[in-house]
């Protein structure tokens, strides 16, 4: 397995590395590995997500999590490899980073134009839908009905604002997957901005 990146990493660690020993990781990674060599996917290694770890990270291990309980209670595991990996895909980084920098300003565009929004602008609100559009400009061919309402329902119940409900197995576990890897009771006074509800200065 060799991947060159076009972009360094915000994270300490390589979730690649962590995952490349267990018994699942090749048969995942022939699935999802022509979107992570992407230069577009790859700049998502750039953009905080979660508790300072990146997005390129986040989406990694939910799409690897999602695919391992797939096989285990017989579900396509194909469907939430490719839904875990893209169901963040949004277009414009939600926090700042430094790093951003080097990237086209349509990426920060929120922190450079500060546009106020309402609340189904929100991030946690809106940004499965721009993920879904995203998915469909720069990887529609590895996409079907499942993986799109994977993709747009992922943030349920709030998806219910946007008149998103999960519809199939595969989506249940991305949102469930989703939710696991991004919950932190340690920090329960930033629950609302892990919900993206928060705005972000």
Same mark, same amino acid.
């Given at each position: 397995m060799k991947l060159k990146y076009k972009y360094p990493c915000i994270d300490e660690i390589n979730i690649l590395d962590i995952y490349k020993n267990d018994k699942y990781f090749y048969d995942w990674y022939k699935i999802v590995r022509k979107i992570l060599k992407t230069k577009e996917f790859q700049k998502r290694r750039l953009f905080i997500h979660h508790e300072n770890e990146s997005l390129w990270t986040h989406s990694i291990k939910v799409s690897f999590l999602s695919y391992?309980?797939?096989?285990?209670?017989?579900?396509?595991?194909?469907?939430?490899?490719?839904?875990?990996?893209?169901?963040?895909?949004?277009?414009?980084?939600?926090?700042?980073?430094?790093?951003?920098?080097?990237?086209?300003?349509?990426?920060?565009?929120?922190?450079?134009?500060?546009?106020?929004?309402?609340?189904?602008?929100?991030?946690?609100?809106?940004?499965?839908?721009?993920? %879904?559009? *995203?998915? @469909?400009?720069?990887?529609?061919?590895?996409?079907? /009905? +499942? &993986?799109?309402?994977?993709?747009?329902s992922h943030m349920f119940p709030l998806s219910i604002f946007n008149g998103n409900f999960p519809k199939y197995k595969e989506s249940l576990?991305?949102?469930?997957?989703?939710?696991?890897?991004?919950?932190? %009771?340690? *920090?329960? @006074?930033?629950?609302?901005?892990?919900?993206?509800? /928060? +705005? &972000?200065?």
């Amino acid at each position: 397995m060799k991947l060159k990146y076009k972009y360094p990493c915000i994270d300490e660690i390589n979730i690649l590395d962590i995952y490349k020993n267990d018994k699942y990781f090749y048969d995942w990674y022939k699935i999802v590995r022509k979107i992570l060599k992407t230069k577009e996917f790859q700049k998502r290694r750039l953009f905080i997500h979660h508790e300072n770890e990146s997005l390129w990270t986040h989406s990694i291990k939910v799409s690897f999590l999602s695919y391992k309980f797939a096989l285990k209670y017989n579900i396509n595991a194909y469907n939430c490899a490719i839904a875990g990996l893209l169901h963040d895909f949004y277009t414009k980084a939600w926090q700042y980073s430094k790093e951003l920098e080097c990237l086209d300003e349509k990426y920060r565009e929120k922190f450079i134009k500060k546009e106020k929004c309402n609340f189904k602008q929100l991030h946690g609100i809106h940004h499965p839908i721009d993920a %879904l559009d *995203n998915s @469909k400009k720069y990887y529609n061919k590895f996409l079907n /009905k +499942k &993986i799109e309402d994977a993709i747009i329902s992922h943030m349920f119940p709030l998806s219910i604002f946007n008149g998103n409900f999960p519809k199939y197995k595969e989506s249940l576990v991305v949102t469930m997957i989703d939710k696991y890897v991004s919950f932190n %009771l340690s *920090n329960i @006074k930033e629950f609302t901005k892990y919900l993206g509800l /928060k +705005k &972000i200065q």
